[in-house]
């Protein structure tokens, strides 16, 4: 009963209406200045505000029981840190298990590439003067052999230095037949001049030893015409000109390539820092084909177009299965040279926390996570620390595995 009336009492302070409240407080300030009275009535006030004091100590003791309550309630819910999949489950998300292990790792790198013709016995014929096409004698894709004819040219700097060369042979022939006792030296010398500067210039706007041969013959031939030939074997890869068109010095005609022996140039990202040995083997790809590659060459510059780092290969072709301008698949092969705890990219999942996770078998069934610290990228595995080897792992269906962790943790009421 007497807590009851200290309620009401407390309740009528705090809802009394500001004139009584006022009220209260002119008499209090009288009693200040009346001792023998002030006394009682002090005695009298402080009872009440004990009372007072009282019944809000007991509503802060209920509401403290009320926010232990709330953290009793927080507490009863976890978040869930397993998970637990049936064999149903398991077979339906495709979930795989494996023991890690500590061994030396097999890999590849990939780097796309592309086949080119091997600069070193591939040869771009065109000539050395303007001219005008006279005449092709071969044709695309054509197989030809060392001094075989490709095409005819005429041009009037070319019939000038033949012309030249007809002049000084006649005259070196004589000279060279009185010899130099009979003729003087300076004679000899200056005919001797002139036949090696008009042969030599012929040799240089692509004339070879028989064409030049044939001049000797005095009106054998025309002043003028001369015939490019084959410097290498190979296959003719362009021919990009056609008859009666005049070509300028140094514009290519045809292309001769020896495709026994191409090249491979492989395009890795700009900061890789794979080292590649020279002799180093790579798998290529090309067309559903596969052939082995060995590096010959290495860029040490980043390619300004692609921004990549070019890795050159040298390719065997002797069956002609694999032609320039076709793409490639490369494979860089590596082994490490340590045993290595390594778990492939399927397995590794962020946790909430950001930190990476490995879910490990406890039991059949029964997954943990656990956390793990990254090391350096094993081809399409990932170094890895944290765990020891004999654990079983979560190699692929990961994703699912944390899902289910994720769920179990869920509360749809918010409890």
Do not use: C
Request: hydrophobic share 35%; no cysteine.
């Amino acid at each position: 009963m007497k807590k009851t009336l200290i309620s009401v009492f407390v309740l009528t302070l705090f809802i009394a209406p500001p004139s009584l409240v006022q009220a209260e407080e002119d008499a209090h300030n009288e009693a200040g200045h009346d001792h023998a009275a002030g006394g009682d009535d002090h005695r009298e006030g402080t009872g009440e505000e004990d009372e007072h004091e009282g019944g809000h100590a007991e509503e802060r003791e209920h509401e403290e029981e009320g926010h232990g309550h709330e953290e009793e309630s927080d507490g009863g819910h976890e978040e869930a840190t397993s998970a637990s999949i049936n064999a149903k489950q398991k077979e339906l998300a495709g979930i795989e298990v494996a023991t890690l292990e500590s061994k030396r790792v097999d890999y590849e790198i990939y780097a796309p590439g592309e086949l080119l013709t091997n600069g070193y016995t591939s040869y771009h014929v065109s000539p050395r003067v303007a001219s005008v096409v006279l005449r092709r004698h071969v044709e695309l894709g054509e197989h030809v052999t060392k001094g075989q004819p490709l095409v005819t040219l005429f041009s009037e700097t070319v019939a000038q230095a033949q012309a030249d060369y007809r002049k000084a042979f006649p005259e070196w022939e004589r000279i060279s037949g009185l010899g130099r006792s009979v003729v003087g030296d300076q004679r000899f010398n200056t005919a001797k001049a002139n036949i090696e500067a008009a042969r030599a210039t012929l040799l240089a706007y692509g004339l070879n030893d028989d064409d030049i041969g044939a001049l000797k013959a005095s009106g054998v031939g025309s002043l003028g015409e001369y015939t490019l030939r084959a410097r290498v074997d190979g296959a003719v890869l362009t021919d990009e000109f056609e008859q009666g068109q005049r070509v300028e010095a140094g514009q290519p005609l045809v292309t001769l390539a020896n495709e026994s022996e191409l090249w491979v140039e492989a395009h890795l990202p700009a900061n890789s820092d794979i080292v590649l040995k020279q002799g180093a083997e790579a798998e290529v790809r090309v067309a559903g084909r596969v052939a082995v590659a060995t590096v010959s060459q290495e860029a040490h510059t980043i390619d300004a177009v692609t921004r990549t780092r070019i890795v050159r290969l040298e390719l065997d072709n002797p069956e002609d299965r694999f032609h320039p301008g076709m793409f490639a698949d490369v494979y860089f092969l590596f082994k490490t040279k340590e045993p290595v705890l390594a778990v492939p990219e399927s397995a590794l999942m962020r946790g909430a926390d950001g930190d990476w996770t490995v879910y490990v078998e406890e039991a059949e069934g029964e997954y943990e996570p656990v956390e793990v610290e990254l090391g350096r990228s094993i081809g399409g595995l990932r170094e890895i620390s944290g765990l020891t080897a004999g654990q079983r792992i979560v190699s692929r269906g990961a994703f699912f595995v944390a899902s289910e962790i994720a769920k179990g943790g869920f509360d749809p009421h918010n409890h």
